[in-house]
T-cell receptor
């Protein structure tokens, strides 16, 4: 299994540009999520999905859109990039987002490092 | 979810046990303790979790005090590859809405393993 993969690894955007960060998992996980990590800080949840066709907002959703057309893929779209969105973005997946236990252990991708000028 | 407090940094000699403490004095009865770590520039990695009993897996041991107000993650034989930021996370059972599935990462403990 490849686990959770993210592309691109690095990206530089100009203010106002849009782009899509890709995330895919091959573990047949129902739950997928996007976090951002700013320098010296913990991760913050942007959006999440509990299955194909179902998405919802996390704690910092403004400026981002998501969709989940398949179980495997969960892309994150930046609508109009701003310098405040400079961050490292992590995608994660787990069998379930609910309850406790090893079955909701979250597997993280390697991250996308985004700089907005 | 309950707040956690961890030391900012710790050092450990290679081959020795690393004991990483975490205080969670406001933990409630249905909240679990999770440990993740983040090796430099990588995504976080699950280590172990527990409710009230001590737990052990292939990576580490988790000791939770009887009153559940604190816990200790033990890496029995630390290696240089264990150098990372270690996060202690307390997560409730019924986290819903914008907290659904969310792991709340604080500042964590920077563990440095020395040769």
């Amino acid at each position: 299994n490849a686990g959770v993969t993210q592309t691109p690894k690095f990206q530089v955007l100009k203010t106002g540009q849009s782009m899509t960060l890709q995330c895919a998992q091959d573990m047949n996980h129902e739950y997928m999520s996007w976090y951002r990590q700013d320098p010296g800080m913990g991760l913050r949840l942007i959006h999440y999905s509990v299955g194909a066709g179902i998405t919802d907002q996390g704690e910092v959703p403004n400026g981002y859109n998501v969709s989940r057309s398949t179980t495997e893929d969960f892309p994150l779209r930046l609508l109009s990039a701003a310098p405040s969105q400079t961050s490292v973005y992590f995608c994660a997946s787990s069998y379930s987002g609910w309850g406790q236990g090893r079955y909701n252990e979250q597997f993280f991708g390697p991250g996308t490092r985004l700089t907005v000028l | 979810d309950a707040k956690t407090t961890q030391p900012t940094s710790m050092d450990c000699a290679e081959g020795r046990a690393a004991n990483l403490p975490c205080n969670h004095s406001t933990i409630s009865g249905n909240e679990y303790v999770y440990w993740y770590r983040q090796i430099h520039s990588q995504g976080p990695q699950y280590i172990i979790h527990g409710l009230k009993n001590n737990e052990t897996n292939e990576m580490a041991s988790l000791i939770i005090t009887e009153d559940r107000k604190s816990s200790t993650l033990i890496l029995p034989h630390a290696t240089l590859r264990d150098t990372a930021v270690y996060y202690c996370i307390v997560r409730g059972l019924n986290a819903g809405g914008t907290s659904y599935g969310k792991l709340t990462f604080g500042q964590g403990t920077i563990l440095t393993v020395h040769p």
